[in-house]
């Protein structure tokens, strides 16, 4: 069994969502929820919530691996300065403790979860919830967007890992 700390970075909601299991076995839900930050909070003042709430997640879920979203080009650069911010820190806060981080784009998630790299955040969070068997779909989409996270990395971190070492291997390095 494997445990995922999901993240969708944000400076204002950052979603986090753990998950456990492993391929072609139902899946569980750990933990889901948002680390919020006030707008009108200098930034580093929310770079420094941000932290906090990623630090306490991985003390309480003890994951075995994060997947962060992959920050993509956007045309509100304010925004997407924000995003990376924020996946920097999660990046941070998982290296700091030795732990694998995965970067997974969002049609990369989208196609994992929906099976169409194109799904809209509701399709996104109507397959969470029905993968997860729950009975409510995970609120904010935030929260839902970072189980996604977690599940894509679950069905395809484990396929990726064995790539990535077999082509080490290739290469001569151990």
């Given at each position: 069994?494997l445990?995922?700390?999901?993240?969708?970075?944000?400076?204002?909601?950052?979603?986090?969502?753990?998950?456990?299991?492993?391929?072609?076995?139902?899946?569980?839900?750990?933990?889901?929820g948002?680390?919020?930050?006030?707008?009108d909070?200098?930034?580093?003042?929310?770079?420094?919530?941000?932290?906090?709430?990623?630090?306490?997640?991985?003390?309480d879920?003890?994951?075995?691996?994060?997947?962060?979203?992959r920050?993509?080009?956007?045309?509100?650069?304010?925004?997407v300065?924000?995003?990376?911010?924020?996946a920097?820190?999660?990046?941070?806060?998982a290296?700091?403790?030795?732990l694998?981080?995965?970067?997974?784009?969002?049609?990369?998630?989208?196609?994992?979860?929906?099976?169409?790299?194109?799904?809209?955040?509701?399709?996104?969070g109507?397959?969470?919830?029905?993968?997860?068997r729950?009975?409510?779909?995970?609120?904010?989409?935030?929260?839902?967007?970072?189980l996604?996270?977690?599940?894509?990395?679950?069905?395809?971190?484990?396929?990726?890992?064995?790539?990535?070492?077999?082509?080490?291997?290739?290469?001569g390095k151990?």
């Amino acid at each position: 069994m494997l445990r995922v700390l999901g993240v969708d970075p944000g400076l204002t909601r950052c979603g986090l969502g753990a998950v456990e299991g492993r391929p072609g076995t139902p899946l569980s839900l750990v933990a889901v929820g948002v680390v919020r930050t006030p707008a009108d909070d200098d930034i580093g003042a929310r770079l420094v919530a941000v932290e906090t709430g990623i630090e306490r997640w991985l003390d309480d879920v003890r994951p075995d691996a994060v997947a962060v979203e992959r920050v993509f080009a956007q045309h509100n650069v304010r925004t997407v300065m924000g995003t990376a911010q924020a996946a920097a820190v999660a990046v941070l806060c998982a290296a700091r403790r030795g732990l694998p981080v995965a970067l997974h784009t969002p049609s990369e998630v989208k196609a994992a979860i929906t099976g169409s790299g194109t799904a809209d955040k509701k399709q996104v969070g109507l397959m969470v919830t029905r993968l997860l068997r729950l009975d409510a779909m995970p609120k904010p989409a935030d929260a839902a967007d970072a189980l996604a996270l977690a599940i894509c990395h679950l069905w395809r971190g484990a396929a990726q890992n064995r790539l990535a070492d077999a082509l080490a291997r290739a290469k001569g390095k151990p």
